[in-house]
């Protein structure tokens, strides 16, 4: 199987199991504006490229949304053991993006899109979630292109706080 495009990439996620079982579990959390993000998508897409049978293993799951109301690092955890208590085994890293743009030293952001967008790579500047139709929704903000051709590079927030540091 190749994936060329963002509805390869949608079919490939839907018929893994393993995949459509952790969407689902985070999906019962209705947390506002949820993603799952890098890793979890970016080693997929390189696992069909590359042919692998099994799953290359992930440090976590980077479970992310935006909520400006409770920016508390402490509710994070509270949805990280909910996480755990759906699916023991995966290991569950929640963060609220309203608040991520400190630890970064970067600008706010608007919304976890533009939290994906501020991340280092464009390669794993990806997310997935389940709608509220049940459907598979694909968030690309620097699109498919770097992760479908193997191609590591940072994305321009990156590449501008790396320019603005060598000042």
């Known amino acids: 199987m190749r994936i060329e495009n963002e509805e390869d990439l949608m079919q490939t996620i839907a018929e ?14 209705d947390l506002p504006d949820w993603w799952i993000c890098a890793g979890f998508v970016r080693s997929k897409i390189w696992d069909v490229l590359h042919d692998y049978r099994k799953r290359t293993p992930i440090k976590d799951i980077d479970v992310i949304y935006f909520d400006l109301s409770d920016q508390k690092e402490k509710t994070e955890k509270e949805f990280e053991k909910k996480l755990h208590s759906l699916m023991p085994t995966i290991p569950w890293s929640v963060k609220n993006q309203a608040r991520m743009h400190v630890i970064n030293k970067l600008p706010p952001y608007s919304s976890s899109t533009d939290g994906i967008a501020h991340f280092p790579e464009t390669a794993t500047a990806l997310g997935v979630k389940l709608g509220e139709d049940g459907l598979l929704k694909l968030t690309t903000p620097w699109g498919l292109h770097d992760a479908i051709h193997l191609d590591v590079k940072p994305t321009p927030p990156y ?3 790396e320019e603005m540091t060598n000042l």
Do not use: F, P, S
């Not at 893994?16 to 959390?29: P, Q, S």
């Open 16 to 29: 893994d199991e393993w995949m459509m079982n952790i969407l689902r579990a985070v999906k019962t959390l």
């Open 159 to 161: 590449l501008n706080k």
